[in-house]
């Protein structure tokens, strides 16, 4: 990967950084940050909001993808959503969704423990999967405002 190739070469001598050049790239920011998306998710994940126009961003088109056992949940709308899912908006160039340009992701915590974030947890991850820095409160700020007891998720399937 670009980036992790050019972390190795400015700062070759320091352990903590090489080690980083040496772990599976997209996984890390280098912050010890991973993606908690899977890297496979594009295949292994079900999509339960086929390609359309963003209504956040102008012009992009997304599609949103959940694993199979939580797409039912997603679907039919049963909330709140089991602690562990992991629901990734997959965001692209391109009107057939072919060229991913990033992910935003959420995965859900156990009821209570993170209220300001809405008992989420926030990624946005480049197209490689690599975690970029975010602030978690704006991603929930956003949500709480448009999903009226849909346990923070926005878009209709
Ligand atoms: C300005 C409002 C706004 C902000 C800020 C925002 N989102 Fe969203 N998000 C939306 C809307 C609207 C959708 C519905 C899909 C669409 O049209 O893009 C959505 C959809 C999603 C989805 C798909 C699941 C769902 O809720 O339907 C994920 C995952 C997601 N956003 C993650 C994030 C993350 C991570 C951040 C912070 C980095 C973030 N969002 C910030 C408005 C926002």
Redesign the pocket.
Known sequence: MKVAGSICVLYLGSALLVAACDSDPGDSNGSGETSFVPKDFLSEYVEV?NCR?????DS?N?R?LTSSEHAVAFTDGIYPFPEGTI???AEYDDMNCSELLGV???RRLATGTSPETGDWE???LDAELVPQS???K??A???T???EGRD????NP
Do not use: L, Y
């Not at 126009?53 to 961003?57: C, G, K, Q, V």
């Not at 923070?152 to 878009?155: Q, W």
């Open positions: 909001r126009f963003s209504i956040e961003h992009i997304i949103v629901i990734a908006k935003t992701a959420m926030w990624q946005r975010i602030d978690q704006t991603c700020g956003c949500h405002g448009c999903t923070m998720t926005c878009t």
